[in-house]
């Protein structure tokens, strides 16, 4: 075009820069940009939204300023579209509090939000744990009577769900009810679930399912998992096989997050009773689970045995749930007090790098991360860790100054807590480990503390050779 000496116009610009951005090639869309800007081209709200999206994408927030400052500086007035686009760039570039700014400066520029903008901003809030944001932002939604969809009502609901945020969720949920345009669908109802799960809010989630299959709305494998989860925890196990039988009559089809649902279940059962009634459930949906199970019971069952059956479960499982059912697995063997098989199973799990970053040295520290293990995986690393001391310290090793053991520490309000699991389990141990004051979901411990505590445990011969 430019040999033949013709000149783009605007529409020409805008086409070839979304092109070049949909193609990935930031360099020419750059440059692009700056030859029609030395030639006099102005660009529009259209070119802005396409370099928005572009830099977005890539999570550049520098690239993302540049837009905002092009635009101030030609006076070019943002629309919905632009400013939709800039404020899912603002969440992909995790820039939660810019992303506020920019949806105040929209709504004071006299532009009314549509249910993109909403969601998009719901989205943000959610994934930085904003709730009062969130939920101030839904009473601006009410008062203003701004547009909502099934997907924006649905976006809120499923952050209540993540946030544990139950009160304002239940609101919600009536609202929808009370909507002549969005009724809640399946996926609403499987976030009401997950809340009432997560709490422990039995009797609530019951009447949620019954008044599901009252009304026709299908459940989903999600809200069968969240349901059963709750049901599990609540040691209610009959409850729990009829709401499995009939969410199977209903088309649910098991998948690895049910069938690790059912595991975590079974780890907590008080009676053999109960196991084998879970076990039937898990039968149907994954038997070389169940399989596996049974041979980690019995004490004839070879090392070399679970670690091939092992093997064949997580190669046909997704990887997001390889390690949920190991942390199970380990769960189950220590409430059976096969201590042997959970250290065995610990030990396969991080062959097959499940565990990665489990243990970390530097000179001055030495550090037990379990934020990504179950309460039994968790006290097995512990025990395995202490062991591998008192043996240094017996060899007269050179240890670190500081030891630390993370945990983490939930932000979710319904979380059961590892480290509070964790805390009693050092006291049991009566382990020099206590609470760090600094940092959440840490315990410190002094070299000395340590070695103190390990040769009070030590036979005296051991100390006096």
């Known amino acids: 075009m430019y040999r033949s000496g013709l000149m783009p116009d605007e529409i020409t610009y805008s086409a070839i820069l979304d092109v070049y951005a949909k193609l990935g090639k930031v360099e020419e869309v750059l440059s692009l940009y700056e030859r029609g800007r030395a030639s006099g081209w102005k660009p529009d709200p259209i070119a802005f939204s396409v370099l928005g999206k572009m830099f977005g994408e890539a999570g550049d927030y520098d690239g993302i300023s540049f837009v905002l400052q092009e635009m101030r500086?030609?006076?070019?007035?943002?629309?919905?579209?632009?400013?939709?686009?800039?404020?899912?760039?603002?969440?992909r570039a995790g820039k939660p509090g810019?992303?506020?700014?920019?949806?105040?400066?929209?709504?004071?520029s006299g532009?009314?939000?549509?249910?993109?903008?909403?969601?998009?901003?719901?989205?943000?809030?959610g994934k930085a744990r904003w709730a009062r944001d969130a939920i101030e932002l839904w009473d601006?939604?009410?008062?203003?009577?701004?547009?909502?969809?099934?997907?924006?009502?649905?976006t809120l609901l499923s952050m209540c769900?993540?946030?544990?945020?139950?009160?304002?969720?239940?609101?919600l949920f009536e609202d929808m009810k009370q909507s002549k345009t969005c009724k809640p669908d399946s996926w609403s109802y499987t976030s009401m679930l997950n809340i009432y799960g997560s709490g422990g809010e039995v009797e609530k989630a019951m009447s949620l399912f019954e008044e599901m299959s009252r009304l026709g709305v299908e459940i989903n494998v999600m809200g069968c998992t969240c349901l059963i989860q709750c049901l599990g925890r609540a040691k209610k196990v009959d409850d729990l096989v009829k709401v499995y039988g009939v969410s199977i009559e209903k088309g649910v089809k098991p998948d690895g997050r049910l069938c690790g649902c059912l595991l975590s279940v079974v780890s907590f059962c008080e009676t053999s009773?109960?196991?084998?009634?879970?076990?039937?459930?898990?039968?149907?949906?994954?038997?070389?689970?169940?399989?596996?199970?049974?041979?980690?019971?019995?004490?004839?069952?070879?090392?070399?045995?679970?670690?091939?059956?092992?093997?064949?479960?997580?190669?046909?499982?997704?990887?997001?749930?390889?390690?949920?059912?190991?942390?199970?697995?380990?769960?189950?063997?220590?409430?059976?007090?096969?201590?042997?098989?959970s250290h065995e199973l610990l030990y396969l799990g991080t062959f097959y790098g499940l565990y990665p970053g489990l243990h970390n040295k530097t000179e001055s520290e030495w550090s037990l991360n379990m934020r990504s293990l179950s309460v039994g995986a968790a006290y097995t690393a512990f025990d395995e860790w202490m062991g591998s001391l008192c043996k240094m310290v017996e060899r007269k090793e050179t240890l670190p100054e500081h030891f630390s053991?993370?945990?983490?520490?939930?932000?979710?309000r319904f979380s059961q807590g590892l480290a509070s699991a964790f805390d009693s389990h050092v006291?049991?141990?009566?382990?020099?480990?206590?609470?760090?004051?600094?940092?959440?979901?840490?315990?410190?411990?002094?070299?000395?503390?340590?070695?103190?505590?390990?040769?009070?445990?030590?036979p005296p011969t051991v100390l006096a050779s």
């Open 273 to 341: 009773e109960d196991i084998e009634k879970v076990l039937k459930c898990l039968q149907e949906a994954n038997p070389k689970l169940v399989s596996l199970v049974r041979l980690l019971e019995d004490e004839n069952t070879s090392f070399k045995t679970i670690k091939e059956e092992l093997k064949i479960i997580l190669n046909e499982s997704s990887i997001e749930v390889r390690r949920p059912f190991i942390n199970c697995l380990i769960d189950i063997c220590r409430n059976r007090n096969l201590h042997e098989r």
């Open 140 to 154: 601006k939604m009410r008062s203003n009577n701004w547009p909502m969809d099934f997907i924006l009502y649905n």
């Open 73 to 91: 500086s030609l006076n070019v007035q943002p629309n919905v579209v632009v400013y939709n686009t800039l404020l899912e760039a603002m969440g």
């Open 161 to 171: 769900a993540d946030l544990g945020l139950e009160e304002e969720a239940e609101r």
């Open 405 to 412: 053991a993370y945990t983490g520490s939930g932000t979710h």
């Open 427 to 458: 006291k049991k141990l009566a382990a020099p480990f206590r609470q760090s004051e600094e940092t959440a979901g840490c315990f410190i411990a002094t070299r000395e503390d340590l070695v103190s505590w390990v040769q009070s445990k030590l």
């Open 111 to 125: 532009l009314t939000p549509n249910e993109k903008t909403l969601t998009a901003l719901v989205k943000i809030y």
């Open 98 to 108: 810019l992303a506020r700014s920019l949806f105040e400066q929209m709504v004071d």
